[in-house]
C-alpha cells in the first residue's frame, strides 16, 4: 500500500472513530435507554406485533416488556389484543380497534398509532396505581413471527411457538407449546419499525441476547373472556403491576403475602396429565402429597402437550420452581395470570416430557 492509500484509510479510520465517540456521547445524553442502562434502572417497552409491517394496522399480539439491568431480569406482559377498554371518549373499544382507528386517522402513521397504543397500555396498567407510574419509553414493531423468534432469542429456549403466542394473546383455552430452539439473531431477514435509531437498538440487543430462562417471566393480562372481548380485572391488574414493580423486593411488600397468596406453607394446586400416557397425574399427585403439596384436583388436560408449564394464579413463581426440583423436570415455563379467586395457586399441566418411570 502506498503513502496515499495509507493517509486515505487513517483518514477514514479517524473519521469512522470520531463519529462513533460523537454517537456514543450523543446517545449517552438524549437517549433515555442508553441513560437507564448506564444508571441500571427499570426500562419499559411496548412489543407490538403485526399480521405484516406493510399492513400494520392488524394487529396481532402485544407485550409489555420490562427489564432491569442491574440484575438482568426481564418480565414480559401479554395483553390480549380483544382486552376491552373503559378509556373515557373511546366508547368501550377493544385495544385492536384503537390501534386501528389511530392508523387511519392518522393517515397511515405507523409511529403514531404506535404510541398511541403505548398510552392505552399505560392507561390501562398504571393509571389506578398510586406510586408506580412508569414511563414507556420505546417500542418494536414486527410481524408477530419474527417477534415471536425474537422473544425466543432472548433466553435462548424454547419459548413461544406460534400456538402458545396465539393463545397468549386470543385467549382461548389454556395451551401452551414450545418452541424448537429458532434463533432469531442468526436470522438477518427480519424488519423492525421503532422509535429507537440503529445505534439505540443495537445497545438493547446487545444487553439481552444472553438473558437465561430463569430470568424471564410471563405473565397475562388478569381478566375473563366473555363473548369475543377480554375484559381485564382491574383489582388482579394492581396486583400484576405491584409484582412488576418489586421483582426481587416480594418479601419487602408490606401485607402483600399476607393478603394475597395463600396464608400457610401449603400449596394447592391441580395436576393435568396432558400426555399420551395414562396416570400421569394421578402419579405425581401421589409424589407432590407426599411433600406437602396440597392436590385439590387431578386429571386429563384438554388437549396433547409436547412440554409441561404452570399456570401461576397467585404471582409467586417460586412455589412452580420447587415442582421442578420434585418432579425433575429438564423445563418447566411459568406463566402468572393473577386471579385472586382462584382456588388453587396454580395448574401443573405434564406435558410428553415429563416421566415419572
Known amino acids: 500500500m502506498g503513502k496515499t492509500g495509507l493517509k486515505l484509510t487513517l483518514s477514514l479510520f479517524g473519521l469512522l472513530l470520531i463519529l462513533a465517540i460523537a454517537g456514543s456521547l450523543w446517545i449517552s445524553s438524549e437517549s433515555v435507554l442508553s441513560q437507564n442502562l448506564q444508571k441500571e434502572a427499570p426500562l419499559f417497552g411496548l412489543l407490538i406485533g403485526t399480521e405484516e409491517l406493510t399492513q400494520p394496522s392488524q394487529l396481532k399480539l ?18 390480549p389484543i380483544n382486552t376491552k377498554l373503559g378509556i373515557p371518549g373511546q366508547s368501550n373499544k377493544k385495544i385492536n380497534e384503537i390501534f386501528s382507528l389511530a392508523y387511519k386517522q392518522s393517515n397511515f402513521n405507523q409511529e403514531f398509532s404506535s404510541r398511541e397504543l403505548i398510552r392505552v397500555v399505560e392507561w390501562l396498567l398504571f393509571s389506578k396505581s398510586k406510586t408506580f407510574h412508569p414511563k414507556i419509553s420505546f417500542f418494536l414493531k414486527m410481524d408477530y413471527k419474527n417477534l415471536g423468534k425474537l422473544v425466543n432469542s432472548l433466553g435462548g429456549s424454547r419459548s413461544w411457538q406460534e400456538e402458545f403466542r396465539e393463545e397468549l394473546f386470543s385467549d382461548k383455552e389454556k395451551k401452551s407449546f ?38 424471564i417471566r410471563f405473565f397475562r393480562l388478569p381478566g375473563i373472556l366473555k363473548e369475543d372481548a377480554w375484559l381485564p380485572l382491574p383489582e388482579e391488574i394492581q396486583t400484576t403491576v405491584q409484582l412488576l414493580s418489586a421483582r426481587g423486593q416480594e418479601n419487602q411488600l408490606t401485607g402483600f403475602k399476607q393478603s394475597f397468596l395463600s396464608k400457610n406453607s401449603t400449596i394447592k394446586l391441580a395436576v393435568w396429565n396432558a400426555s399420551n400416557r395414562k396416570n400421569k397425574a ?11 403439596f396440597d392436590v385439590m384436583q387431578w386429571g386429563n388436560y384438554s388437549s396433547f402437550q409436547k412440554r409441561s408449564w404452570v399456570l401461576d394464579y397467585k404471582g409467586d413463581p417460586s412455589k412452580a420452581r420447587e415442582l421442578k426440583k420434585l418432579l425433575f423436570f429438564p423445563e418447566l415455563e411459568i ?8 382456588l388453587v395457586d396454580m395448574d401443573l399441566i405434564l406435558g410428553e416430557d415429563y416421566d415419572s418411570d
Open 178 to 215: 414450545f418452541l424448537e430452539g429458532l434463533s432469531w439473531f442468526k436470522d438477518g431477514n427480519y424488519r423492525v419499525s421503532s422509535n429507537l435509531n440503529k445505534l439505540e437498538k443495537f445497545l438493547l440487543f446487545f444487553e439481552m441476547k444472553d438473558l437465561s430462562q430463569k430470568e
Open 335 to 342: 406463566l402468572t395470570q393473577v386471579q385472586s379467586n382462584s
Open 282 to 292: 394421578w402419579e405425581a399427585a401421589q409424589i407432590l402429597r407426599k411433600e406437602g
Open 62 to 79: 402485544i407485550a409489555l416488556a420490562r427489564y432491569a439491568p442491574k440484575t438482568r431480569d426481564l418480565d414480559l406482559l401479554s395483553i
